[in-house]
């Protein structure tokens, strides 16, 4: 593994400001739920209440994972339950961005000329990711002790968080030798860790019923992290089992970079016929067929989401029963009816969830171009625009059909549950939709970004990252309003609930529509790069 530690210095520079950034973030968020708990409860009988009542609800269960203890370091682990998800997704776009994206550049065998071993690339990809993690789980650590919490505990969270942060690091060295696109390595490990996602869901929720389940968490990485249970059992055999994933997972990807060439995967590229069919004889017939994959993978993505979401929903309003814990929800500002509350913040994170589709569909555009299709495409009788706009319908339009679908099957299991078909769904099917303008503008941004200056269209990623993390922490450590409006998915009506204003929907289309314009205007006139 001869010049790592050059390798690693290269990463450092490269990420100076992207890593700080998710890793000083990520390590403060308990400490921002600390302070957000002991605001919400006046009394420890108000946060007792709250913790009996969200250890047996369905809705809370399913984002957070099971509630085992009602002291609030527990419940600060609890609500944190997402957070290793987060982890996992950075450390395998690190990893892949790190390795098989620069081998799809042709900057692999660039480094690769010089004095550098074979395997020194994947190894400081995984040594940088793997130290980011750790140091993300010596500031959880260290806050939570400075915050009074029992330190064995507090060692055990960051185990929790550096650990999430391994396994997907593994997950991505291996996806990263499966095949020669960045783009598909990246969707093979996003897939895997929404699975262990969704299984650590089904497993805890059916624990919390008759069991018959509950199993199925353990078949999850996500799902052994959560059992640990900080502050509580401290539980070792977890942390055993995601370590020897890690480790297998870094010993399989090095074992399979030996057996592939440069530049190409395990499962080899398929050779396409020697012509192209008729069909294909337009840009839009080529960006769907370019497209058709990713989105019909969303589509089924957003479908189980909007299943299980709307299949959850009616156990919130089981808080509405519970005196105290109602008295909570108003205090920190939820509307009265907690289930559109619940409801409202799904279709938020939905609809950033859809803005990552978005972005990704948008910097297809790049790919193409960074490949030399594009300069191809363009030598015949298509124009600059017309094969941007084949491109610009799914990224605009693809959305909008994947919040359609988890809006509608959303609406219709909810409806189902509480026995209201008709007057849920449309009010469900409209709040989610209702996301589509602020899923737009962090589209546009991409486009701005890679019609104008393309070399930084992966910064649109940021637009993303930022929204997401406002709207997690942005009340809880009580923001200044101007820095939650950053995010266009502030200005966006909390419906269902709240009154439909049209205003700020507008405003966002229009800004929108103002970047995609910009965007384009640089496209035609910027050269088309190879």
Excluded at 2 to 22: A, E, N, S, Y
Excluded at 149 to 160: E, K, L, R, T, Y
Excluded at 181 to 201: N, Y
Excluded at 461 to 469: D, E, H, N
Aim: glycine share 12%.
């Amino acid at each position: 593994m001869t010049g790592t530690g050059k390798l690693i210095r290269l990463i450092l520079r490269r990420d100076r400001v992207l890593m700080p950034i998710w890793v000083i973030v990520i390590g403060l968020l308990p400490l921002s739920y600390i302070s957000a708990f002991e605001g919400f409860f006046a009394t420890d009988a108000e946060r007792l209440n709250y913790a009996h009542v969200s250890a047996a609800n369905a809705g809370f269960v399913a984002l957070y994972g099971q509630l085992r203890g009602d002291s609030l370091d527990e419940l600060v682990v609890w609500r944190a339950g997402f957070i290793p998800v987060m982890i996992g997704l950075f450390a395998l776009l690190t990893v892949i961005r790190h390795t098989r994206t620069d081998e799809e550049a042709g900057r692999t065998e660039l480094v690769g000329a010089t004095v550098v071993g074979r395997q020194a690339q994947l190894a400081a990809a995984l040594i940088t990711t793997a130290a980011a993690t750790v140091v993300i789980g010596l500031i959880v650590t260290g806050t939570m002790i400075q915050a009074g919490a029992p330190a064995a505990g507090s060692v055990w969270f960051g185990v929790q968080f550096a650990l999430a942060g391994w396994v997907f690091a593994g997950v991505a060295a291996v996806t990263a030798q499966l095949t020669e696109s960045a783009r598909s390595a990246r969707g093979i490990a996003i897939l895997v860790l929404g699975v262990a996602w969704v299984l650590r869901l089904a497993g805890d929720i059916s624990a919390i019923g008759d069991g018959a389940l509950s199993w199925l968490s353990w078949l999850s990485p996500i799902g052994w992290l959560q059992h640990i249970y900080p502050y509580g059992a401290n539980d070792a055999w977890p942390v055993a089992l995601a370590m020897l994933l890690a480790v297998a997972g870094t010993v399989a990807g090095v074992v399979l970079l030996g057996r592939r060439d440069v530049g190409g995967g395990v499962f080899p590229a398929r050779l396409g016929p020697a012509s192209a069919a008729p069909g294909l004889r337009t840009p839009i017939a080529l960006a769907w067929r370019l497209h058709r994959g990713l989105l019909i993978a969303w589509v089924v993505a957003f479908a189980a989401l909007g299943a299980v979401f709307g299949g959850v929903g009616n156990s919130i309003n089981q808080l509405a029963d519970n005196e105290s814990v109602g008295k909570i929800f108003t205090r920190i500002g939820g509307a009265d009816a907690l289930a559109d509350a619940y409801i409202g913040s799904i279709a938020s994170i939905v609809g950033i969830i859809a803005a990552a589709y978005a972005v990704q569909a948008t910097l297809r555009m790049r790919d193409e171009e960074a490949a030399g299709h594009t300069e191809a495409i363009l030598s015949t009788r298509a124009s600059r625009l017309g094969w941007a706009a084949s491109h610009l319908a799914f990224s605009l339009l693809g959305p909008a059909v994947a919040l359609a679908v988890e809006g509608l099957l959303c609406g219709l299991v909810y409806g189902l549950t509480v026995g209201d078909v008709a007057g849920q769904t449309p009010r469900i099917l409209g709040g989610t939709l209702a996301q589509l303008p602020a899923v737009w503008v962090l589209a546009a941004i991409a486009v701005l970004l890679f019609g104008v200056v393309p070399r930084f269209a992966a910064v649109a990623w940021g637009g993303v990252a930022a929204a997401l993390l406002l709207l997690l922490v942005g009340g809880a450590v009580q923001l200044d309003q101007w820095m939650l409006d950053i995010s266009p998915f502030t200005h966006i009506p909390h419906l269902p609930g709240a009154e439909l204003t049209w205003t700020p929907l507008l405003s966002l289309t229009a800004v929108a529509a103002v970047a995609v314009a910009v965007g384009l205007a640089g496209l035609r006139r910027r050269d088309i790069s190879g």
